[in-house]
């Protein structure tokens, strides 16, 4: 077993997934291609080729940069696009726009930092993840790498890419997700499986609906 997701046991098969022939001589598990984006390896069922090889956690994330402007993976896109049902909340678009001004955004990263719980297990910290308890510092420090320091740009259809990546992103890392019933990420069964970019963006909800 290589590949990233199946080595937590996981059995969701995203709906982009390409199908191996059933004669194929490569396991189900067994890593197809590395990701172009974070290096992981992944196999058929969590990671898919239409542009460079991508994994099943990368895509829900750069289908958000994609839709804030600051990425440019249309494919990405176009998948979280149709993994959007009919229910986006009226309220993505202004938690989008919440974070177009940096400093609004650090706003939201610093939040976002105090509502994570703290590891009570100081060795939970060496994970960039974590597992049962995230590292608010690090989930932090993704966030800001990827947004960057400057002024986001979000595309008119940007909340239904954000809702389908959200729905993408949820249905992994949560085997008993239900479209329109997010949650905070640290809640969900494997969190590690939910980029900091997803992390960032559901705080900037949260906010917006306080």
Known sequence: MSCYLCAYLLNYSPSRTDARPWNSPVGADQALGTCHVCSVWACSTHGTRYEPFECAICT???????????????????IARTAANSDVPTDLDAAISSLTPPDRREVVVGSMQEQIPEPSDTSAR??????????????????????????????????????????????????EFWPSAIQRPWNVPYPQLIDPVLWLVETALYLQRL
């Open 60 to 78: 829900p994330a750069e289908a958000v940069k994609y839709a804030t402007g600051i990425g440019a993976d249309q494919v990405a896109a176009e």
């Open 126 to 175: 060496l994970s960039p993840y974590g597992f049962h308890a995230p590292n608010p510092r690090v989930i932090g420090a993704a966030a800001r790498s990827a947004f960057g320091n400057g002024r986001l740009a979000p595309r008119s259809d940007a909340a239904v890419i954000v809702w389908g990546a959200f729905n993408l992103a949820y249905s992994i890392a949560d085997p």
